[in-house]
Structures are given as C-alpha cells and as structure tokens.
C-alpha cells in the first residue's frame, strides 16, 4: 500500500501542522476533547493487530531490557528536572511542576511513538506497565525526597485506566491478530495510517486545550521542558546502547524514559500544589508529542538492527 506508506512518512509534517493549526485556531479542536481516550483506545487497538502472544512471551524470558528502562526513568527524569530548574532558575512553584513531571511513569505516548519508530511495542508496553505499577510508590518517594514534599498518588485510578486505555485495547488486537493473521498483515500501512491521524489529532487538541497556557508560559519554561525531554530521550538511547542493547530496544528504552505520564503530573499538581506548579505537565503534554513523532518520524527512515553494537577492537 504504497499510498499509505507516503503518507505514514510525512508524520512529523502532520503533527507540526496540526499542533500550529490547534494554537492558532483552538476552537477548532476544543470541543474534541471528549475524544481523547477513545482515540487513544483505538490506537492501542491498532498496536495490538499488530502484535503476538510471541511478542510478550520473548519480553518475558529477557527482563533486562525492562529493569534498565525502569530504573532509568525513576532515575533520569526526576534528576534532570531538578538540575533544569535549578540551571535556569525555576520558581518554586514551577519546579515543583518539574519534578512531578519526571517522577511521574511513561505515559502512553511512548508505546506509539516505539511503534511508529519501528522499536519492540510488547517491550514498550510491558516497560510502561511495570513502571506505572511502581510509580504508586515511586512518585510520591521521590517528590518526597526531592522536594520535601508528600502526596498521595490515586492508585486504583491509575491501574483502572491503564486497564481500560492500554491493556484491554491491546490484548484485544493480539487475539484478533491470532485468529486473523495473513489478513492483517495486509493492511498493517493502513492500521499505521489511522494510529497517525489519531496521535496527530490528539496533539492538536492538547494544543488546543493548552493554548491559553502556551502564551503566558514564556520562553524560560518552554526551554526547561524541552531540555528535560530532550535529556531523557538522549539518556534513555545512549545509555542502553552503552549497556549492548540493539538499535531497536534503545529506540523503545528512549522514548519510555523522555515521554511522561504528564497527564498525571498535572492532575496531581492540580489536587496538591498550585496551578503554576501544573504549568510545566501542561506544556510537556503538548511537546514530547511532537519531540516523539519528530524522533519517530526521523528513525522510521533509519535502519534498526537487532543487533548488539559491536565491541571496539583495541590498537595494538
């Protein structure tokens, strides 16, 4: 399906024309927002055709990969938000957002972007599990010990939407990829093609939601939230390479450790601190969306090798 393809390419395009359009124009996209999660079921479902009980079973007999992206997210994130706020004099408030931001769990953007990206999506989806698990007790720990502040995470809530967003959706599509196999391989540009106008359609409705925001943020915060991003992918990529992970498991080790679960970190700045302090999650929401479909986009084109890198040879 070479149409699909075409346009499955240009991914980066779309999503920066859309999020420009939504800031621009917001009314055009506000009145979606009723939307977002089913269109984030529908492309956990598309995810899922895709997939097979194989894919999880091969996650299960190599937990490394798993153990690295978890402890580098709790461990990456959460510091380089405090080392951006303090490098560029964040108020409190606002550093505060920050670091919710980064002891926070992947969000789900991350097994997208691993798909779109040509990365392991069981291996992503299973990291973004298992960190959402630990972040019931790693999130307020780590605002604690950070901040000197404790919170409550909503722990049933948590789990109950992972369940129905991610989980249910996707266990969904690996039975039917089971019973329907060869058909499905057919059509997977397709199912790529509509998991893209989704993800690029909820973009512009954060844009949209968060337009008001963005104007008022100024520069100062739109750069640390990039730098914390950009720091995360960067770390999540070159340390699993440094530990012989191949191309294609950093590629997914990256984008579970630089894309946050910034919803909730929103949500909790909301009920616990100030509406300041959910500023950075707002705007995070907005930007590791099109950080992660530029990333996507660019490895798309790029080989991934299942191979390990090779060891430097010394000079003799």
Known sequence: ?????????????WAILLAVIAALVPELFTGLAGYIKALLVIIMFAMGLTLTKGDFARVV??????????????????????????????????TIGMVLVGATAGGTSSNVMTWLAGGHVALSVSMTMVSTLISVVATPLITLLLLGQSIDVPVLGMLLSIAQLVVAPIVLGVVIHHLLGTHIQRVEPALATLAMASIVLIIAIVVALNAGRLSTLGPIVALAVIAHNGIGLAAGYGLARALRFDTRTARTIAFEVGLQNSGLAVTLANQFFTAGAALPGALFSVWHNVSGSLLAGYWKRRHASNAPPAASTPRG
């Open 1 to 13: 399906m070479p149409i699909f393809e075409r346009i499955n390419r240009l991914f980066p395009v």
């Open 61 to 94: 007999k190599s937990p490394k990969p798993i153990a690295v992206g978890v402890i580098l997210q709790f461990l990456v994130m959460p510091l380089a938000a405090l080392l951006v706020s303090r490098v560029l004099g964040l108020s409190p408030e606002l």
